[in-house]
């Protein structure tokens, strides 16, 4: 009768994991595909306020089809990590430039700082060269910046600064928000 309660609560432990692993992936997926969404939103809404030229719908329209890849791109990756477990997970490995791509990730949050009237400045202080998954790099500096942008009040400021650290590169990203808990 041990060894039968034994393997009931190891099932119970493995169906627990599994639905929280679930939670995990759902939440995450969520999180991930709202920011390249916001950004398409936004910048169709501003488009629609007034007629433009054909030149600034293409540049609307290219990026969108940019936005679009991206969504594209999560859904990919967090189905991936779907099968993480089975530790079959492939990182690029490539080197880049980092202030470039932290950059780019602020660039692309702009449209989003401009509704709030948010300032989002980029501040580099020397070109560190990192080797690493530079798709899922920018994914993080998407997120971090996309969620300084929705804690930081209406008028306020956002700074991306990479530089040099003893050697290491480094990347801050301070914002006028609410902050966070030590914790």
């Known amino acids: 009768i041990r060894r039968l309660a034994e393997t009931f609560n190891d099932m119970l432990d493995r169906l627990e994991k599994s639905f929280t692993s679930q939670r995990e992936f759902i939440e995450n997926l969520s ?22 030229s054909s030149r600034e719908y293409e ?7 940019e936005e679009t890849d991206r969504i ?21 490995n490539a080197s880049f430039e980092l202030p470039g ?9 702009e449209v989003l700082a401009e509704q709030k009237k948010i300032d989002i400045r980029f501040v580099e202080s020397g070109r560190p060269a990192v080797q690493g998954d ?25 700074e991306a ?21 030590e914790e």
Not at 101 to 109: F, G, I, P, Q, Y
Not at 161 to 181: F, H, K, Q, Y
């Open 72 to 92: 594209i791109r999560i859904v990919d990756d967090l189905l991936m990590l779907a099968r993480y477990d089975s530790n079959t997970m492939v990182l690029e």
């Open 101 to 109: 791509l932290v950059r780019e990730a602020a660039v692309e949050l």
């Open 134 to 158: 530079r798709p899922k790099l920018k994914r993080v500096f998407l997120d971090l910046l996309d969620n300084a942008v929705k804690f930081t009040p209406e008028g306020g400021r956002i």
């Open 31 to 52: 999180h991930e595909i709202k920011t390249p969404l916001a950004i398409l939103k936004g910048e169709l809404e501003v488009t629609l306020k007034r007629i433009r």
């Open 161 to 181: 600064e990479v530089g040099l650290n003893d050697g290491w590169a480094s990347v801050r990203i301070t914002d006028t928000g609410i902050g966070m808990p």
């Open 59 to 65: 540049d609307v329209l290219g990026s969108s089809l």
